[in-house]
């Protein structure tokens, strides 16, 4: 299979400051920490992980919103960290990005049909007439009428604004889709309506799709292969079915233990507790921030140990040598690559 | 709940309206439910649904105008709510009656330490002196799972995690060892790991305690691993009522049903697409004469379109309010047969 997108050793680091009158850097939070991965063609990989885990750094860095620390992006055969901001902005149009929030990622003084075409004026696609044609198209594509196209954005539901920030991303006909957490924000009944929407279009027009959700029912049913994310690390990638039948990392395992199923006899009994709270799983360093490194804290990612495995402090399984060393991720299996001594 | 208790919680006939510049909405219609003693009911609904305005309602909490109750009756134990004048409600509130709400960033203050926010409380309601007051508060702290909790009463919410803090918001809820915990979406702004940690806590508490429970969620995963009974709004209405296990193993209403097939889940291989519920919830300005899940719904009929279905007794516990639901067996339950 043929990668769309190629990360080589990418790092994202902000540095942090202490002083209003003489700043100076005192430690450096790494986002993203040595990430490299690729994403095939037409293929949904999907980023899970907590809140602060470095997801959405790590797409944003991928399309060149965040400039990386260190390290390469390859998109088919050109390099993003390398561009010029003028020939960066020529290979966004292959690469657009579906948000989390409906109601603020779409201008409330645009109509639908300025919405839509705003990419189309921008990369110089199509103007006039041929514009408006095409919105009406893209309007019908994503299931709204484009009778609907003089209208502004207060005048639809949630689950309609959705499809119109759907409506833009496909204008520019792009290769790669990065949807950040974009059917987080929907009601219940709508979830369902947007995932079959993304899958239809994947399929019609071979969309390549990096996922970021904390759903993890909703990455299951959508995606090809999952990465899960720690502390700004990928700690285990695999085909969608290995990471869900046979995760190997304690941290996918707890991840995959904390989510609720709807099924009241699924539980070992409803009054019964799961492992994920586990009083040994309440973050020791969050609580005695005297034991870490305070140049490492963030309060986004809670306290990470300054070495060895990031998630040791938490892990059942530590060792000493995973308070001294960071694991790699290496195959264990075809399809399958885990960063944990104990995999 | 079995006839023989008097319910903790006794709502009925609630009516909430709300004026808007789009005409009155009438955010919750008719409404009724009771919570017995030690009990946890779910209340299950999309935004819109009206199942917070439920319970801010029981709380005197509707922000009026534009809101107004405008008919029903709130019995807690022997106590009418909603007759009852905004200083005595105060005593109840925080006391008797404890709540936790989906962002416990604003809801505390960000000015005052967590111990002082915990001391107000007890201070407030128990006439607690400092001493005392301080030392309760490193015990509701430990309660709720939080170490050092000597140093973390000197802490600020902003330099808690959004777990913690929820934490800290049950502290204060259980300060006064309510009767009654409502809980409006406590977990949803928190990563899963974190949810269930907040989940497991309030299960152990509520054994502990013998505390009943009104939970207000969008996630039927929540639900089924928390709830003893489950009331499932739809625009204003209740469509549905049944213990958690009735209600996922033989859901009744279209909706319900469709919610459940609808929902992807870890446990289970969906083909290519979802059984998806089409179209999208009603205005509540502009609600249709009949059922408001008419339009979405794959069996209505006419008399759907005309008629507004009410919530009627199908089995022992489980009501349902649609035309077309299977015939009730006739063992028309004492507690819903009125409603």
Known sequence: MNP??????????????????????????????????????????????????????????????????????????????????????QARRYMQMIFQDPYS????????????????????????????????????????????MHRYPHEFSGGQRQRIGIARALAVNPDFIVCDEAIAALDVSIQAQIINLLKDLQRQFDLT?????HDLAVVKHLSRRVAAMYAGRIVELADRDRLYDDPQHPYTRLLLSAVPVPDPGARAGRHAESPAADPASVDPALVDPASVDPALVDPALGTVPATGCSFSHRCPLATDRCRRD???????????EVACFHA | MSPGHAPLLDVDGLNVEFRTQGGTINAVSGVGFRVAPGETLAIVGE??????????SILGLIPAPPGKVTAGRIRFRDTDLL????????????SRIAMIFQDPLSSLNPLLTVGTQIAEVLETHLGADR????????????????????????????QLSGGMRQRVMIAIGLACDPELLIADEPTTALDVTIQAQIIDLVKRLRKKNAMSIVWITHDLGVVAGLADRVMVMYAGRVVEEATVDALF????????????????RVDADHGDELPAIGGMPPDLARLPEGCAFAARCSRTTDRCRRERPRLEAHAAGHSVACWNAPPSNGTRQAGTSDR
């Open chain 2, 249 to 264: 193993a033989t859901p009744l209403h279209p909706y319900t049903a469709g919610l459940l097939r609808s929902l992807p």
């Open chain 1, 105 to 148: 990622s779409l201008n409330p003084r645009m109509t639908v049909a300025q919405i839509v075409a705003e990419p189309l004026l921008v990369h110089g696609v199509a103007t006039g007439r041929q514009s408006r044609k095409r919105v009406a198209g893209l309007l019908q594509t994503v299931g709204l009428s484009p009778g609907m």
């Open chain 1, 209 to 213: 799709y990096l996922f970021i959700a």
């Open chain 1, 326 to 336: 960071a694991p790699e991720l290496r195959p264990v299996a075809e399809g399958h």
């Open chain 2, 47 to 56: 935004s819109g649904s009206g199942k917070s305005c439920c319970v801010l």
């Open chain 2, 131 to 158: 001493a005392t007051a301080r030392k309760k508060s490193i015990e509701l702290l430990r309660l709720v799972g939080i170490d050092a909790a000597e140093q973390r009463l000197n802490s600020y919410p902003h």
């Open chain 2, 83 to 94: 007759g009852m004048p905004e200083r005595e409600l105060r005593a109840i509130r925080g």
């Open chain 1, 4 to 89: 769309l997108i190629r990360v080589r050793d990418l790092n994202v680091h902000f540095p942090v400051s202490r002083g209003v009158l003489f700043k100076r850097t005192t430690g450096v939070v790494r986002a993203v920490d040595r990430i490299s991965f690729e994403i095939m063609r037409g293929e949904t990989l999907s980023l899970v992980g907590e809140s602060g885990c470095g997801k959405s750094t790590l797409a944003r860095a991928i399309l060149q919103l965040e400039r990386p620390t260190s390290g390469r992006v390859y998109f088919g055969n050109t390099e993003l960290t390398g561009l010029a901001p003028a020939a960066l902005r």
